[in-house]
Each structure stands twice: as C-alpha cells, then as structure tokens.
C-alpha cells in the first residue's frame, strides 16, 4: 500500500448551482468540443457539469473555459478542456468502470472522470497538489475517487486490474507496468514522445497483447518516474 493515500468513498457529487460562469462553461461545450468533433453526450455533459474554474488558481479564473492548457504550480498544468474531452472519449469508460489516472494535477480532469464512470484511482507525484485536488474534489461533493502520492509510471498493481487508464504525461514508451495492470479488453489513453512533441495514443489490450492507434499530435509535461523520464527531462 502506498504510504500517503486517500479514499473517498462513492456518492453522487454535490449539485452544482448556476454562477456566473456557467454561461462559459457551456459555451466551451459547444464551441470548442462539439463544434471540434467531440459526440459522446456522456463527455459532453460530464464537462458541462464540472467548474473548471475551481480548479485554478483565483488569478486564472477569468481564463478557466478557454482552450488553453492553465499553470497550476509545480511545473504543472490543467490540459486544453478540448484535449481533456478528446482523451475521456476515446478512453470510453462505462458507467460501471474502475479507472486509473495518472496525473491528478488540480483535480479537473478526475472530477470529469468521477462523473463517467464507477471509481477513479489517481496518482500525483507531488503531494501539495494531491492535497489542493484532493480538497476541491471533496468540496465539490466527489466521493468515488482514490487520491494517491506516488510515481505514477508503475500504476497501482494493488488496486488493478483497470478497465481504462488514462495518463495525463508524455511517456518515452509505453510503460510496461501501466499495461500489465489494463484489463483484458481494456484501453489506455497515454501521449507518447519526447520532449518537444509527443503523439496521442490508444492502446487496447486484446489477447494479452497491445494494440494502438495512433491519434493526433500534442504536447505534455513528462512523467516522471521509473518507467517513465528521469527528473533532470
């Protein structure tokens, strides 16, 4: 067991009443998701419900539905929210599904991930930011989600198998680790590449064997860790 974790336990997230942001925020639903491709009502509505601007810092929250990545510390950021949809599509989790994120980050992402499916195991190299995601999520009414500090490279074996993975960090590879813990059947959504570019892929473990499709370009920040890059990349 890894020794900083947390376990909120499942429940229906807490109802978000209308503010002044929920005008953008279906504004980004329409102009920069459906209107760029996205279609599975699931993500659109997960993303239509989830505040990203209680994510970001307070001096950001005037950018939270614009379609950029946003700092939130630690080197780190909150990926594009098109980037973020196209990613949770095409991982494709179902409403009874047990996910692994690696990369909680400010939280956003597992909260839309909390929305689609039945539990979020996710894991965050940098304990400050699992304590700020951890508290927005439990803020937020989120209870079906494991936050835990550790090197996201070798995924939770404890916890596996997972019936979808989705790595939020360019990876040299596909780490061997991450892919061993993916059900059979199951898919894993993970940029692959050096620092300058890396490539968006879809692995699905089919037979015990890896099958990717290749999406489209991107760029993210590393990850860090045994089987991903060392900390000096």
């Not at 974790?5 to 929920?22: N, Q, V």
């Not at 630690?74 to 594009?80: L, R």
């Not at 951890?134 to 989600?145: D, F, K, P, S």
């Amino acid at each position: 067991m890894p020794s900083d974790w947390r376990i909120l336990k499942r429940s229906m997230p807490a109802e978000i009443h209308p503010d002044r942001f929920t005008v953008e925020r279906q504004n980004m639903v329409e102009s920069q998701l459906s209107a760029r491709g996205i279609r599975d009502p699931r993500v659109l509505d997960a993303m239509a419900r989830v505040p990203r601007h209680e994510f970001v810092a307070e001096r950001y929250r005037d950018q939270a539905y614009e379609d950029h990545p946003i700092p939130i510390g630690e080197g780190q950021t909150v990926s594009q929210p098109y980037i973020v949809a196209l990613m949770l599509e095409t991982l494709s989790p179902e409403p009874s599904s047990k996910v692994l994120e690696i990369g909680t980050g400010s939280g956003y992402q597992t909260a839309v991930l909390a929305e689609l499916c039945a539990h979020v195991f996710s894991i965050e190299r940098h304990a400050q930011l699992a304590r700020e995601a951890e508290a927005a999520l439990v803020r937020l009414g989120y209870r079906n989600v494991t936050v835990i500090v550790g090197d996201g490279s070798q995924g939770l074996p404890e916890f596996a198998p997972f019936d979808g993975i989705v790595v939020s960090a360019a990876a040299p590879r596909i780490p061997s680790a991450l892919f061993e813990q993916l059900q059979e059947g199951g898919r894993m959504i993970i940029p692959v590449g050096p620092a300058e570019a890396q490539e968006l892929q879809l692995v699905r473990k089919l037979e015990g064997q890896p099958t990717i499709d290749r999406l489209e370009g991107c760029r993210f920040v590393p990850l860090i860790g045994g089987q991903g890059y060392s900390s000096s990349w």
